[in-house]
């Protein structure tokens, strides 16, 4: 009889995992990990997804708002007053995404690591920018150089504010709170150096500006922005630089404390723009605006053609407040600002000593820029 050969069965393989290498992090391999997911992670993973998208709708409005800060219904301020707040926490909005990208990849949330890097990266891109060193532009002819420089009302060191003027120099200081106790010390204290003062706030007025100048005034007027209780008069002189003459306006707007004073302050801004456009001469414009650059009224300035100086040329994030306490240590907020017109060439800007106030100082230089 033939001898009869048995074939040993062969064990059956695993179908072939096509798309292996087209799998990605939001679709987990089914033989790595189980085929649901845990209902805790499908529940963080939602509000992972809420917490981009609410606050990204939130930014979203308060950059497409159109401020109007003339017309005063109680909808349109408050609403108008929600826009001011987002814009002017713009960079925290980006690094608060920035941090959710990283949960998102945390949670192997693919399509949320990308968008909500793409909001961080929008919203704070500005501001790490500017961390990179820029070296100051050589200038060819002598600048003129301006210092701006909260005091605080209730600041008593005198030496401080002092030295910090004297490192910077400037030809021009614009001061803020020149309260009765800075107006009967500082004018004595920088006489030798900045003999000419202009301050036409009330005598009594804790919050008002003043401009000090090492320079004799062609004029000295009173630029008025407002009808609130906040101080609506703001100094302005005329001075010339290189044979030509130059606008300086020292302003303190009002703080964004309550409903009205947040509507004052995009109003002051608006009016400010709108006397520049007015005049059309060469204007450097320095002071407290207590508001970002990335508010709704810093746009208002822009739109004017006025540049921000330490935007243009300024290294580092620039955070002028808050300057005292724990506080300082966070990302602040730069309401300390410097703007001119075009046909001046910001050089350098960067913050002062500090000066015992809540806010930091900062001097900035500019040049005119070669007539055609």
Known sequence: MPKHTTRSATPALPPPRRYALLMSVDEPDPVAEPATVPRSLRVLRGVAWLALLFPAAAMAFAFLWPDNPERTTLTFDLLGAAAFVLRSATLHAGLAFLG????????????????????????????????????????????????????????????????????ADPDLLVVQEFGPAWAATLPARLADRWPHLHAPGRADDGLAPAIFSRRPFL?????????????????????????????????????????????????????????????????????????????????????????????????GPGFTWPALGLARLAPGFRIDQLWATPDLTPRAAALSLPTGSDHRPVVAEWTWKPTP
Do not use: K
């Open 219 to 315: 004029r000295a007027e009173t630029v008025r922005l407002g009808d609130g209780w906040w101080p609506a008069d703001q100094p302005a002189v005329l001075v010339t630089h290189q044979s030509r003459e130059l606008l300086v306006v020292g302003v303190h707007m009002p703080t964004p404390t309550s409903l009205d004073l947040i509507t004052q302050n995009r109003r002051y801004h608006r009016r400010l723009a709108q006397l520049a456009t007015r005049r059309g001469q060469s204007f450097i414009i320095a002071g407290d605006f207590n508001a970002a650059p990335s508010s709704v009224g810093s746009h208002d300035l822009r739109h004017a053609g006025f540049v921000d100086a330490f935007a243009a040329v300024g290294t």
């Open 100 to 167: 959710l990208a990283i949960i998102a990849e945390l949670l192997r949330e693919r399509r949320l690591r990308l968008w909500a890097a793409l909001a961080g990266a929008l919203l704070a891109g500005p501001t790490l920018l500017a961390l990179i060193p820029r070296a100051a532009a050589p200038a060819a002819v002598e600048p003129v150089r301006v210092m701006t420089l909260n005091l605080l009302h209730s600041n008593t060191d005198l030496d401080a504010v002092e030295a910090s003027i004297r490192a």
